[in-house]
């Protein structure tokens, strides 16, 4: 059987690439985009195949939406879904400059939201199904030998503590939660607006994340990889 994603925030960067990876791979994807944005690139995904793609919206911030999107997905069910809404957070990235509503942005968006929208989410998988976050390297506690980056890296240090408690919370039904580093890419965000050059374009990162989502999904474990399959420390 055709096997489904939802991916959530899709119309441009990784998400955009992850659902052409997946829809390309023979799966039906449903891609997110915030109210109002360009979905044209999206929707092309799908052309050879119309029924296996839908469109639908939410913002990742706001309670407020939860409801009719939950209702816009109706009866779908999915074997994954991929939380990959984000963003960078103020440029200076320091708590000391940082303000008290930059600070609650990131987290906002790149935490509580995503983990709240997930937590509403968990109806819609099938049994053995599978959660994934986009995560990054800066999450982990381990790796961060050289400081600096502190609102981006509590963000996901957080979203990864926060996905392990949803993972705990429903061991018994064999959920899996994988938290994900897509290598550093060159989308908006990894090349700050065309500012930096990044290590790796789009196609490897996503053809690795997809192969690494198809490799461990419904394997009933807590994973923190990145998109070669190389196991990161917390
Ligand atoms: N690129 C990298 O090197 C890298 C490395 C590690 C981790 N990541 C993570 O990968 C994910 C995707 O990043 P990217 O590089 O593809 O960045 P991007 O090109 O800037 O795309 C960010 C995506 O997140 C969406 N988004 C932002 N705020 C949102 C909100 N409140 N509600 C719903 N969607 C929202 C954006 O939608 P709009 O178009 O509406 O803004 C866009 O679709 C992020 O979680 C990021 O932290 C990226």
Redesign the pocket.
Known sequence: MTKAILIV?A?????LGLAKQFFDRGWTVVGT??SG?DTDELRRVGEADPDRLAITN????SADQIPSFLESLGDRRFDVIFM????WGAPHQSVLEATDEEFAEIML??TF?PVRLARRLLGTLVPDGTLAF?S?HRGSITINLEGGLELYRASKVATNMLARGIYAENRKSNLTVLCI?????S????TLNGTVN?EIELEPSVRGIADVVEIHMSSGENLYLDYRDERLDW
Request: hydrophobic share 40%; glycine share 18%.
């Open positions: 925030a119309e441009r960067g990784l998400g985009s915030r944005a939410v913002d990742v911030t990959n809404a984000g963003i968006t790149n939201g986009m990054s580093h897509p290598g550093w890419v989308t908006a965000m990894g990044a």
